[in-house]
C-alpha cells in the first residue's frame, strides 16, 4: 500500500494524505521544530496553530546523556509529550556545524528508531554550495553509502533519503536517481540552508527541479531548513511537500515580526497588520516586548501561509499566488522568472484544464506552463485553403466578410491564434487579460502566430490582419515572410 495518496493537484504542488503510524497528515505541511533546550511552545500546543507533525534532532537528544536515557525510557512522543506522528533529524547538520560529540550513521539511526521516531533521517553529509565539485562528488558517495546502510538498519519505521551534490546540478540529479532506486518513504533536499540565507532563491529553483525530476512522485519532498512562509507558494508549485520550521523561533529571538512577504524589525512596527490572536488582542509594545508573543505570531502566520497554498491548489490558482507573493522581494521574483525556464517540465504534471481562469499579470505570466502547452498544441490545427488570422478588435468583422477564408483564427495574449470554436474553452476563453498588454503578451502570441504558419507552410495562404496596437513589433516583419500581412487602420470600421 502506497503511504502517499494525492488528493489535489496544480503546477507540481499537490495536496497528499500521508500515513504515519502516528496518524495521517496532510500535506503541504510544516513541522515545527521541538528543540528540547528551548521550548517556548509546547509539542500538544503546536496543534492549536494547525501543525499536523512535528520535527525534532535526534542528536541533540542524544548527546545529552540525561535527555537521551529519557527518551530512551519514554519513547519520543512521551518524551516531547505529544502524541502527532515525529520525524527526527540525525543532525547531519549540527554535527557538520559543531563536531562535538562524533556519532556514527548507524548509532544515530538505531537511536531514532528505538525512540520510537515515525521517520527517521539518516546521516547525510550536507555538502555547502559552490565547493569545488570533487569534494561534493566525495561527500555524495559518502552520502549515499549511508542511505544504503540505513535501509538495511531501519525495518520498521519510515526512512527518509536525503538528497545532496550542493549547487552541482548533475550531482542533484544523480542523487536523487541513487535514492529513488534505494527507495524510501519520503525524500529530502538538503544542503540549501546556506542558499535560503543568502537570497539564492533561482539556485534553490534549479536544486528543487534536478531533484524533483528525478524523485517518484508517490511519497511526500521535504525542503529542509525553509521555514519562511514567503518561500511556500513557489517551493509548493515545485512539488515539496514537507517544511520545517525553526524560524518562527530564530526570528522571534531576533526580534523579527514575519509576514507571508517578509520579515520586518519588530522597532520598526508603528501598527500590526495581522489578526492573529496575538496581534488582535495585544498592542505593538506588548508584541516589541515579548519574545514568546513574537514566535506565536510568526508561527500563526506560518501556517495561515500554507493554507492559502493549499487553498490556491484547490482553485487551481497556485501560479497567480506566486506571481503575487513573489513580487515582495525581487530574488524571489528572480526565482519565479527563472522556474519559468521549467515550464516545460511543470505543464507534464499541470493539469490541463482549470476552474480557475487564467489571469495575466505581467511578463512573467507569458512563460506560463499554459502558455508553453497552448503553443505544444499549435500541431493539432492542420489547416488548408486560405486561413485569416486576425489580430484585432473593430475591423475584424469586416476583414471577414471581405475575404472569403477556409478557417479564421482570432488572436488572444499571450496564447496567440485561436479559431472561434475555442473561444470558450480553457485556457483562451477562461483567460483574463488586461486591456493595456505588455510586450511579453505580444512576443509570446506572435510566436505562437508563427509557429502556427510553419506548421502549415506550404499547405494553406495565410492572411495576417493587425491593428496599430501591434505596429512595431519586431516579429510582424517575421511574419511578413511566411503571411500576406494587412494593418487595419482605425478608421476601416
Ligand atoms: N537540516 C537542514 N539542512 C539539512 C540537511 O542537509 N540534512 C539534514 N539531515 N538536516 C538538515
Ligand atoms: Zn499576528
Known sequence: MTEFEIVHKDLMGRIGKFRTPHGNVETPTIMPVMNPNLMSIGAEEMKRYGA??????????????????????????????????????SGSYQLYEYKDVEVSNKEILEFQQRIGSDVCVPLDIPTAPYVKRERAKDDLEETVSRMREARSIIQNKMLAGVVQGSTF???????????????????????????????????????????????????????????HPMLFPLAVALGCDLFDSAAYAIYAKGK????????????????????????SSHSVEEVKESEDLLASHNLCVTFEEMRVVKQSIVEGSLWELCERRCRAYPALLNALNHATKYAGVIEKYDASTKKHPFFYLGETSAHRPEVLRYSYRLN???????????ATVGSKGKEVESGNYDYVFFVKPPFGPYPAELSESYPVGQSEIPAEIDNGAKTAALQNVLKLLELNNGKAKFVFAYDDSWEGHPLIAEIGKHAVVRLMKGGDD
Do not use: Q, W
Open 52 to 89: 499536523e507533525m512535528l520535527i525534532t534532532n535526534a542528536y541533540i537528544i542524544y548527546r545529552k546523556v540525561n535527555l537521551r536515557e529519557e527518551a530512551v525510557k519514554k519513547g519520543i512522543h512521551s518524551f516531547l509529550e505529544c502524541e502527532m506522528p515525529i520525524m527526527t533529524d
Open 169 to 227: 546540478l548533475e550531482l542533484r540529479e544523480e542523487s536523487a536517481k541513487r535514492v529513488a532506486e534505494i527507495g524510501f518513504d519520503v525524500y529530502a533536499i538538503g544542503g540549501v540552508v546556506p542558499l535560503l540565507e543568502s537570497y539564492k532563491f533561482d539556485e534553490l529553483v534549479d536544486i528543487i527541479m534536478a531533484s524533483k525530476k528525478n524523485l517518484p512522485l508517490n511519497a511526500p519532498v521535504h525542503l529542509f531548513g525553509a521555514g
Open 256 to 279: 523579527r515580526y514575519i509576514t507571508s512577504d517578509g520579515t520586518r524589525k519588530v522597532e520598526d512596527l508603528r501598527y500590526l497588520p495581522c489578526s492573529c490572536p496575538v496581534c
Open 380 to 390: 493539432r490545427f492542420k489547416l488548408s485553403g486560405n486561413v485569416l488570422i486576425t
